[in-house]
């Protein structure tokens, strides 16, 4: 069992950057994939990036080069740095856990969610 909760998201301009954080807590020490999915109104949540404890790394191809995925596990938080935002980043970001990694980021790999924090940029 994992709680997981988002926080950093807000409205910035094209260009602009936001930091993400997901604080964990509970038994967080039973998971071993961490990462960020997106969804944007009316569609489904799509993975954006993701680490293991084997320090494993994926980004998806559209926030490659802008977007940064870490982990402090004394804290218990998984980061997103996001630069260089888009308008198409606009979207509900949501951090999720997995037991193992899995090379396609599908919401049904990931048991455990967070609440999701809004991120909007205006063109």
């Known amino acids: 069992q994992v709680q997981l909760v988002e926080s950093g998201g807000g409205s910035v301009q094209a260009g602009g950057s936001l930091r993400l954080s997901c604080v964990a807590s509970?038994?967080?020490?039973?998971?071993?994939?961490w990462g960020w999915f997106r969804q944007r109104p009316g569609g489904e949540r799509e993975g954006v990036a993701q680490n293991s404890g084997g320090d494993l790394t994926y980004y998806s191809d559209s926030v490659k080069g802008r977007f940064t995925i870490s982990r402090n596990k004394v804290k218990n938080t998984l980061y997103l740095e996001m630069n260089g935002l888009k308008p198409e980043d606009t979207a509900m970001y949501y951090c999720?856990?997995?037991?193992?990694?899995?090379?396609?980021?599908?919401?049904?790999?990931?048991?455990?969610w967070g609440q999701g924090t809004q991120v909007t940029v205006s063109s």
């Open positions: 999720a856990a997995a037991p193992d990694w899995y090379w396609e980021m599908l919401e049904s790999n990931f048991p455990s």
């Open positions: 509970g038994q967080s020490w039973r998971w071993y994939a």
